[in-house]
Structures are given as C-alpha cells and as structure tokens.
C-alpha cells in the first residue's frame, strides 16, 4: 500500500474509539459544545474521529501517550458517562485559564458565556478571605472585553464599595497585571461546570457561597481556580485545584441554600476525584479518580493533555523539605527541631536535607508528589475544602500522606466552607519522621504583609 494510505489508530483492541464513552451520546454532544475557535481547544473532529495516521507512523501504539479524554472514557479508567463529561468540560476551563496566565493578550478568553451567571465584575468579588490583592490586582473582565481594562485599587479591607476605578487602555496597562483575572477565571471554571450539565453545585474558594447549578447534576465541585496568584507578577507558577464529590440526594429536599451549603462540606473521604492544574513552564493536569494518581502535560500542539506521569508514586522519603521558614520564630518548638535536624542530616534519613519554598502551593506540592519530601504550611492559612482535601487525596493515592500535624485531613469533618487549619503533605517516611515531634502546629498566626 502507497505511503499515503491511511489506517485507523489505534488498531482494534487498543483504545479502540468504539469503545471508548466519547462515542456515547453524551460526550457527542458535549464536543459538539467544546468545538470553539481557541489556540487551546481541543478541535471537535479531534474529540470525534477515530485517529487517522499515515501507516509509516513510527509510533506504536504501545508507545503512544493516553490522553486525559481516553483515560476518563472506556478506553482508561472508566469512570462513567457522567465523570467523563464533567471532567471534559473542567479541563477544557483549565486550558483556558492556562492561556490566560500565559499570555495576557487572550483577552477574548476572558468573555463570559451570558448564561453562565457568574460573572458580575468586581463588586462581585468575593471578600471570602483570601490574602489581600496587591493594588492593581484586579481587573474587571467586562471592561477588558470592551478593549478598556478598569483597574480596581483595592483598599485595606477588600472593600469593593470603596474602589477607586482607574479606567486605562490596554496598551498601557502592564502585563502583570493583566494576568490577574482572578474573577475570570473563576467564572470560566463555573461556566464549563454549567454547560457539563452535570453539577449540582459549585463551592469555589473565590465565593462566599456556593453557587446552585441544577438539580440534577450528579456532582459536587469545589475549587480554588488560581492558587498562587499573589505571586503572579513574578511569573511564578499557580494553579487550580479541583474535588469532585456526589450529590448527596438525601439533602434534595432541603433548600437551596442550605443543600447547596452541606453538599459542599462532605469530608475528604468522599471524594469521588481530586485533582489540579499546574501552570508553569509545562501545564501539567494531576488527578485522581480513586485508582492511583496520574498526571497528564498539556500538548500545544494537539491542544490534548496526554499521560506523562502514570501512576505516581511518591518516594518514601526525599531530601527535600518545604516551608515559608521566615516564620521560624514563630513556629513551636517542635517544628524548630525537626527542621533544625533535618537541615543537619542528623534525623532518621542521615544526609542534609534541601529547602524549596516557591509559595505556590501547587508547585509545592506537584514538586513533593514527583521528588518526595515534605510541603507544608504550619499556620491556619490553607483551606479544609478546596486545598487540604483535594491535594491529600492525591497523595494519598500516589502513596504518600496528608494530616493536620496530628490527624488525617481526608477524616475531618468540614465545618466551615473557608476553615482554614494547618496542613502537611507528603512522603511516608518523612510524614511520620515530622508527626514523631510533638508540637508542630503554628498556634502563633499573626498575618504577615507578605
Ligand atoms: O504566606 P504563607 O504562609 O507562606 O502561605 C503561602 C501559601 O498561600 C497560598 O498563596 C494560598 O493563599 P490563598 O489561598 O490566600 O490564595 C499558597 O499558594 C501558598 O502556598
């Protein structure tokens, strides 16, 4: 046969596309929404078609990374018609938001579907606690689509009531602060949570409450949609952070309100998957549907997130240990020890241990997960919800270790939506080494400026 000819690929028997649930009709009609004119996007006949590849492809399917569709669908871990097309439609948010934080110019990607309900600009910011924007942090969407970008300067209490809104032109506007649509990026995750149509709520660490999406949506998500972004001026690397649990339909009849609230604060151990997105020099997409945590890079040139790292498994032990140690004399006297002997080589692995601390708690943690060691924030700074649960859940399945200093994230009992509690993740080894000295929580918690 000429070179030129064609052969469907993979063959039969290898992810074959008949088998996998993008063939369903469910997931037909969500490519179908998915096909949007985006150097990102994934194009619909991608999603659709069986691959077609020259026969002198020298890529054996043996060899051929999975993407993250064929690894949610039959093909992979089967998740269910239901979590595939959820989970479609979030990483497609991702990749949007990946472009964003890369380039300001994709101002476009900022636009917000008019359905999407979310989107109200600044003064729907939410004052949830996060840590105070920097002036100029934040920029209303609806002004930059317009070719304007209006600047809120925030005051001392993130109250939006008292803005003073500098309207400038996009072209004198810096590309630091450019990047931050916080906001935005918050609305791009509710938008494709709205058009899954499988999410009865949404809990995102940018609102105060969680928003009610349908009845019918079989799941719940939580979500902090830029982690890290206090760093953003600097082009450190952020992230998402994603969990995903049932609906609990015995709260059906409660209202809103309340339903959308107690759906929300499901412990850890419910989780159906976690995961979160890394953007950095690559942007990396880790998750976990209870088999095993696996993580998938993004392609440029597809637009498809393929399997890079399959089934992590996170060192026993590293050498590495992550922390803000500026707070050192704030810290009790326990934590004082274990990093003072494990920074001499003198704890339970005998060689000098390194800090790495880039404040990005994705980053940290993406790092921890591949290299080992520990990351951790000793203060009540990170969220139960939104941080702690779905990032121990990762680790959990890649072998490693999630707990407050004294007990096991995944078991906690959320009480609050933004509750906050001291947090350490990491390897087996070196979680149990830290948990051995006895005071290792920061009771002292006075905020720091930076
Ligand atoms: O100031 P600290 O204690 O070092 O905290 C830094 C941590 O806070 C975060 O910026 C999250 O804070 P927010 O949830 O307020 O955005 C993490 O990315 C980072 O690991």
Request: net charge negative; with cysteine.
């Amino acid at each position: 046969m000429a070179s030129s000819a064609f052969l469907l690929y993979p063959p039969p028997g290898h992810l074959n596309p008949a088998s996998l649930s993008l063939t369903s009709p469910a997931i037909r009609s969500l490519c179908h929404g998915l096909s949007i004119s985006n150097g990102c996007a994934m194009r619909r006949t991608q999603l659709l078609s069986p691959r077609v590849v020259s026969k002198t492809s020298p890529s054996p399917v043996s060899e051929r990374h999975l993407t993250l569709l064929e690894y949610v669908a039959k093909g992979g871990a089967d998740v269910g018609d239901d979590l595939a097309v959820l989970l479609t439609h979030l990483q497609y948010a991702c990749k949007r938001i990946a472009a964003l934080v890369a380039s300001p110019f994709n101002v476009d990607d900022g636009r917000i579907p008019e359905d999407s309900g979310g989107g109200e600009g600044i003064g729907s910011l939410s004052s949830s606690g996060r840590d105070k924007p920097k002036p100029l942090d934040i920029i209303s969407y609806e002004s930059a689509i317009s070719g304007i970008v209006g600047v809120a300067r925030c005051d001392e209490n993130l109250g939006f009531a008292n803005t003073e809104v500098d309207v400038l032109h996009i072209a004198s506007l810096s590309i630091q602060a450019y990047m931050l649509f916080i906001r935005v990026q918050n609305d791009m995750i509710l938008a494709s949570l709205r058009n899954s149509g499988k999410v009865a709520v949404m809990a995102s660490e940018e609102d105060d409450i969680p928003v009610w999406i349908s009845d019918h949506g079989p799941f719940v998500v939580v979500v902090d949609p830029l982690d890290g972004s206090r760093n953003i001026d600097a082009s450190i690397p952020t992230g998402t952070i994603f969990g995903i649990y049932n609906r609990l339909a015995e709260l059906d009849h409660l209202p809103v309100e309340e339903k959308a609230q107690l759906n929300s604060l499901q412990s850890g151990n419910r989780l159906v998957a976690a995961g979160y997105v890394l953007y950095s020099s690559a942007t990396i997409l880790c998750i976990s549907v209870g088999s095993g945590t696996h993580a998938f890079t993004l392609d440029h040139s597809t637009g498809e997130f393929v399997l890079t790292h399959p089934s992590i498994q996170v060192p026993p032990r590293g050498q590495i240990y992550s922390v803000n140690d500026a707070r050192y004399f704030d810290w009790p006297d326990g934590l004082r020890q274990y990093i003072d002997t494990v920074r001499q080589g003198k704890g339970q692995f005998p060689k000098k241990y390194s800090a790495r601390y880039i404040c990005s708690l994705v980053a940290d943690f993406h790092r921890t997960l591949v290299y080992g060691g520990v990351v951790m924030n000793p203060r009540d700074h990170l969220r139960l919800v939104y941080e702690a649960n779905p990032l121990s859940f990762l680790i959990e399945h890649a072998g490693g270790r999630g707990s407050d200093g004294k007990t096991r994230i995944l078991s906690f009992q959320p009480v609050e939506l933004h509750q906050r509690l001291p947090l350490f993740l990491g390897s087996i080894d070196d979680m149990n080494e830290l948990e051995s000295y006895d005071s290792i929580q920061q009771k002292i918690n006075p905020g720091y400026d930076v």
